[in-house]
């Protein structure tokens, strides 16, 4: 005997809807939980990218008893003769315009695995020779991953060139979102109004300067307290507390550019450098601005490498005195984190 259930009732309006509702509160609910992995994903990759710089720069170090220079442009008389690795050939090396320039992310590449780079084309990257000179546009135009964030969306070629007058046309340099500190904030009146004493010109100095290469014994505030690398994303775009700005009109973001140091003034309530003792008390210390100070795409902060080579992530809340502090490689201050 065979028993005929009837018709199978099909879903109502209302029942559908629902489905839809519980789904869509589900993904609701999933998104940001996938969001937060992808994102700690992502700052794991970078903090790795940070480490993998500070571990080439020591060994770099270990091969040449100093660290290299963060940049090489325009030297002073007193400094030309420790850069002759970078004398133009014929010139006399009495000029600073006898100099090439060029930055240091250029200069460790065979020591993160990269050297193949220095020969793109067939043709070597020449340290005699500025970044921009055509032997060496083939190897800046290349993008370096370790060089990249992964938060950043911005593409990492330059296109169209700044500056073409001076850097040429057709051709698209790569971009970097890690850059050298080469110093703290550089004025008196804004470490007296932290209620501290200046320490000179050579005290506010970071781990790596500009046209010198450094012992490690002139960090003498400690290696593990004072920032030698950090996050300046998305350059050249301008980016300020998360908003796009309008973008600058010069050369900057590149990452075989000499002019990528950064100075790490601080910056005042809107972004710009901070320069006003008055405006202290309300300063923003990172992911303030871009153009010349620490800034990341992260939520709540940015990664640093300090001067051993191990990588902290700074957050955003970090007062501008331990900022400050661990900017400079021989203020004579405890660096104490908040």
Not at 33 to 55: F, I
Not at 99 to 125: D, S
Not at 131 to 156: G, L
Not at 171 to 189: E, I, K, L, Q
């Amino acid at each position: 005997m065979r028993f005929h259930s009837g018709p199978r009732r099909a879903f109502t309006l209302i029942e559908l809807l629902v489905v839809i509702a519980i789904i869509a509160i589900l993904i609701g609910l999933l998104l940001p939980a996938v969001q937060k992995v992808r994102e700690a994903a992502a700052r794991l990759k970078c903090s790795n990218n940070l480490k993998q710089l500070g571990l080439a720069l020591h060994n770099y170090e270990g091969t040449r008893g100093a660290l290299p220079p963060s940049s090489v442009q325009t030297p002073t008389a007193a400094a030309m003769s420790g850069l002759r690795d970078f004398q133009k050939v014929g010139t006399t090396g009495t000029l600073n315009t006898d100099y090439a320039k060029h930055c240091f992310l250029a200069i460790i590449l065979p020591y993160i695995e990269q050297g193949n780079v220095l020969q793109q084309n067939g043709t070597v990257y020449d340290l005699r020779q500025d970044w921009f000179a055509p032997n060496n546009q083939a190897a800046a135009a290349t993008r370096i991953p370790t060089f990249e964030c992964p938060s950043v969306s911005y593409e990492h070629k330059m296109n169209p060139i700044l500056e073409p007058a001076t850097y040429g046309s057709g051709w698209s340099p790569a971009t970097s979102d890690y850059m050298a500190v080469n110093r703290g904030n550089n004025r008196t009146a804004i470490w007296t109004a932290m209620g501290l004493t200046y320490p000179g010109d050579d005290g506010i100095k970071s781990v790596l300067g500009s046209n010198v290469f450094t012992p490690l014994l002139t960090v003498t505030d400690g290696l593990s307290n004072t920032i030698m690398l950090a996050e300046a994303g998305a350059r050249p775009q301008s980016w300020k507390f998360g908003v796009r700005q309008t973008d600058p009109t010069f050369m900057n973001g590149a990452w075989a550019h000499s002019g990528n140091d950064i100075a790490v003034d601080g910056s005042n309530p809107a972004g710009g450098t901070l320069s006003a003792a008055a405006d202290v008390p309300a300063a923003c210390s990172v992911n303030c601005a871009n153009q010349g100070e620490i800034y990341a795409f992260h939520t709540g902060g940015a990664n640093v490498t300090l001067g051993d080579g191990s990588v902290r992530f700074l957050r955003k809340s970090i007062s501008l005195v331990v900022l400050q502090k661990m900017c400079a490689r021989a203020d004579g201050y405890p660096v104490e984190l908040d």
